[in-house]
């Protein structure tokens, strides 16, 4: 694979990024965490599901196996379906995971066409990998041939002017504030019209 082949990049964002393993569902914390996200007290929750209040402390405890019977009114309580309660929040969902980088501090990776910037390195098992690059390329035969990879792409022109050379398309140019969003499969490559070298952001996806 060529150093100018921004798939590279894509290996270098995965490489700490294993397979998250699934914890088993705690369906108690799962009743809970439902009640509080909608603001009810255990009193009003179980009124709502039409339960004794003692009934549904000791689910959320732990304490006793809802029948199928308790798990219709405790879903029609908190207003889901039944097989909502025995579904986990989403990966990722509410964890508080950020990360802020700093103009000029996202790692660089330079190749004879592009130059890259990637950021918000330092958070793994990202599901898009944002990065600036500066163009460096003038001419399409620069390229050794089409840039493609897994996943889609937006890209969004930050300063100067850039031809998008696409593999089903007529070659488009772009100027500050212009975006395109496409398949990465398909062959595309960016050259630099201005006379100084454009630079965009490109966000890719990973999954």
């Not at 000029?104 to 898009?128: D, V």
């Amino acid at each position: 694979m060529s150093d100018r082949d921004p798939r590279s990049l894509i290996r270098i964002a995965r490489a700490d990024g294993g397979a998250a393993v699934a914890e088993p569902l705690d369906l108690g914390q799962r009743v809970r965490g439902l009640r509080k996200d909608l603001g009810l007290t255990l009193e009003q929750a179980a009124r709502q599901a039409g339960l004794a209040r003692s009934t549904l402390s000791k689910i959320e405890n732990g304490q006793m196996s809802p029948t199928y019977d308790a798990l219709k009114k405790l879903a029609t309580g908190l207003a889901i379906s039944v097989p909502q309660l025995f579904t986990p929040p989403a990966a990722g969902q509410a964890t508080g995971r950020w990360v802020v980088t700093r103009a000029g501090e996202g790692a660089r990776h330079a190749t004879t066409t592009y130059e890259h910037e990637l950021l918000a390195e330092g958070l793994s098992r990202k599901q898009m990998l944002p990065y600036r690059a500066r163009i460096r390329a003038r001419r399409m035969e620069e390229f050794d041939g089409w840039v493609r990879h897994d996943g889609e792409e937006f890209l969004y022109v930050l300063t100067g002017v850039i031809r998008l050379y696409t593999e089903f398309y007529e070659p488009v140019e772009m100027r500050r504030g212009d975006s395109a969003y496409y398949d990465g499969a398909m062959g595309h490559n960016v050259v630099s019209v201005s006379p100084e070298d454009a630079t965009i952001l490109w966000v890719t996806s990973l999954v």
